[in-house]
């Protein structure tokens, strides 16, 4: 099929891009298009206009200090999955970002593009929800930084107003002691998850957990974060967290899978993705 008429805009430089946003409020960013091209073409989405961002420079950037990764606007899937940097200060990243979809699709598709998509099923929303990142956007009005627990407002709405543009997205890096794990199933590899989770596990000086967190996608309208630190107790009961969040999700069925099988997918992805990133921290307070 092919999409409905459009206009088409592709500015420069960011502040051109604010202001054809800001002229056109029926308008859509246009960013590696993996996700919007097939909604126009299946005529799922009939914007008046799009905003082409791709020859934007300033927004082509990745940066890593040691407090996090901030991907800008153009950042693809791809680049960031391959940056050792990234990889060094948040692992959790690149290891999610090798199940979103193929190579064809990460070498095109952007990191911030994936976050504005809002899909429930996508890895990044649960990744950024479980860090506790943020959503940069900018409009012709201002800017403001957008926290992940208030991103995400149901399937494909993301919190950003006509005329927003987000800029980058920001991830944490991970504190001392901690360790990281992404778990998920699909029927094929690259495919949408039927379930997916992604763990974080800090521990303390004397190893005691001292945090631990899960962040869920696939079961819910939004990604879904539950802070399992008192459900696993100081010694890491990872089976009683597991059942913890099992005991408190209430998933869908779909033609894909039952919410019962959800549900108990859910719960052994959770124990597996704990067990794992508990060893990691474990290893990483013996370095
Ligand atoms: C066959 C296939 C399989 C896939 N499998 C997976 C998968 O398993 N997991 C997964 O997570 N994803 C999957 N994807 C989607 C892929 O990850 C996309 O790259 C991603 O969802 C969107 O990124 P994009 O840059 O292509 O955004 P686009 O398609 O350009 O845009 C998507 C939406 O976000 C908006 N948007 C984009 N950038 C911005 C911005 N900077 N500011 C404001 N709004 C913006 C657009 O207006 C649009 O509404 C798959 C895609 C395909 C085609």
Redesign the pocket.
Known sequence: MKPPPFGYHAPGTLDEALGVLAAVPGG???????????LLNMRLAAPSDLVD?NRVGELDTLRVTAGGVRAG?LAR?ARVERSAAAAAVQPLLGRALR????PA?RN???V???L??A?P????PAVLAVLRGTVEAASARGRRTIAAAEFFRGPLEPA?EPG????SAFFPAAPPRTGTAFAET?RRH????LSGVAAVVTLDEDLRVAAARTGHLGIAPVPVVFDLTGAAGPGGDWAAAAAHVRERIDPESDIHAGAGYRRHLTGVLTERALNAAASEALRKAGE
Do not use: F, N, W
């Open positions: 859509k960013v246009l960013a590696g298009g993996q996700s919007l091209v097939p961002i606007a899937h199940h979103v979809a193929h699709i095109r598709g952007t911030v593009g994936s504005a998509h899909d099923a996508a890895e990044l950003l927003e543009l987000a800029v699909a690259g495919d949408y998850a």
